[in-house]
């Protein structure tokens, strides 16, 4: 338990983190590197990352790469926001999205596929082999007669 509120707690001030590189100078590695991994994983984390049972390996990998698209949705819609009422700034644009993280990573992550079907990290049962028709009937790979390219 207490892994999963360290894990909570990160994701929630990673924005802040990220907020706070701003401050650092123009071309610093410093500033931009917390700012774009907030960017393009830190909402979708967010959103995805705190389940209350954990994650399983493949539930883990299925959040992961969902992170990203999610943030980066998140980040174009605040984008276009700010910049239709004239207002885009760094700050104007990490504070909604940070604040937005921070309040998320304190609910409970959205569902995943893979975690609710319990497909991920347990291995497939194999069943009886399904034949074709063909198969089934004995005529796999048996011309037709009169078929074209046939004796006909």
């Given amino acids: 338990m207490p892994k999963e509120i360290s894990l909570r707690a990160a994701v929630a001030l990673s924005g802040w983190v990220a907020l706070a590189a701003t401050l650092l100078p123009g071309g610093s590695p410093a500033r931009w ?18 389940q ?17 698209p999610l943030s980066l ?19 104007a644009f990490l504070l909604p999205l940070a604040g937005f993280a921070t309040v998320v990573a304190a609910l409970p992550g959205l569902p995943l596929p893979a975690a609710t079907r319990g497909a991920a990290g347990r291995a497939r049962v194999p069943g009886p082999p399904v034949l074709s ?5 004995g005529t796999a790979g048996r011309a037709e007669p009169g078929a074209a390219g046939g004796d006909g």
């Avoid at 590197?33 to 705190?50: E, S, T």
């Avoid at 949705?73 to 700050?91: C, E, N, P, R, W």
């Avoid at 028709?133 to 009937?137: E, K, L, P, T, V």
């Fill in 52 to 68: 209350p049972e954990g994650l399983r390996p493949g539930a883990r990998l299925e959040a992961f790469a969902l992170a990203a």
């Fill in 133 to 137: 028709r063909s198969a089934a009937d």
């Fill in 73 to 91: 949705s998140l980040g174009v819609l605040t984008a276009t926001s700010l910049f239709l009422v004239g207002g885009f700034t760094v700050t």
């Fill in 33 to 50: 590197i917390p700012v774009l991994l907030f960017v393009c994983f830190g909402p979708g984390l967010a959103l995805l990352h705190p």
